[in-house]
């Protein structure tokens, strides 16, 4: 699967003028400590949607895919969790599929597009709605920072999911997400303003635009390549 991935980024990037991602600059403490602290209240928010989900459909006993009751402990699933899959799946959307575009691209619509992506070739509402609102911070910090940040933070919030289980830290985790969401809210014209700055770009944003890079054939072939996307169980 990721070589055919590979091959077709390789071909799909000959047709588009595509440079360098967009410059970087460094992360400081508060910024990073920020943006851990908002991977915490992601698990929270996505926690709450797949619950509803779960309960609409009467599932609410289920075991949710992609948590560690439903992969298991076992040290070589641990490894992959925490270490191989985050660097590979960031090389892959946030590195070869963010590079698709170029600085003068609309940085929110190959956030937005890459992050689509990655929540569904999860195969699985559960892990499509959180793996896409995590894609959307991961983009940005490998936009503004670099793909080395994303792959921490991915790595970090797959950690925090083993740490949380071995630990039993989930109502401390809950208390965590509730304040660090109170915080955003509570700063949220800040915190908006600061977004905005950040993720300027010299094409203003498209929905169209956006819409149509869902079109690519490269992409059809993509998502028929990996054993586990189905719209099936999506729906």
Known sequence: TLVIIFLLYLHQKR????VNIWPKRKMDFFTFFFIFALNIAKGFVSGIIIFLINTFRGAEDVVIPGSVQDIGTELYIILI???????????????????????????????????????LMHGNYAQAINATISGLIY??????????YSILFHMLNNAMVYLEYFLDLDNLLTA??????????????????????NLKS???????????????????????SHHSFSFYVLL
């Open 81 to 119: 969790a925490i270490l191989i899959g985050p660097i590979t799946e960031e090389l892959i959307f946030r590195g070869a599929g963010l590079s698709l575009f170029n600085k003068r691209d609309n940085k929110l619509e190959a956030i937005i597009f890459t992050s689509t992506i990655f929540g």
């Open 15 to 18: 047709y588009i003028n595509s």
């Open 139 to 148: 983009g940005y910090v490998a936009i503004e920072f670099g793909i080395v």
């Open 202 to 224: 010299e094409t203003e944003f498209s929905v169209k635009r956006l819409l149509s890079y869902f079109l690519y054939p490269s992409l059809t072939l993509i998502f028929l």
């Open 176 to 197: 965590l997400s509730i304040l660090v969401l109170f915080i955003c809210y509570w700063f949220r014209e800040e915190f908006i303003e600061l977004i905005k700055t």
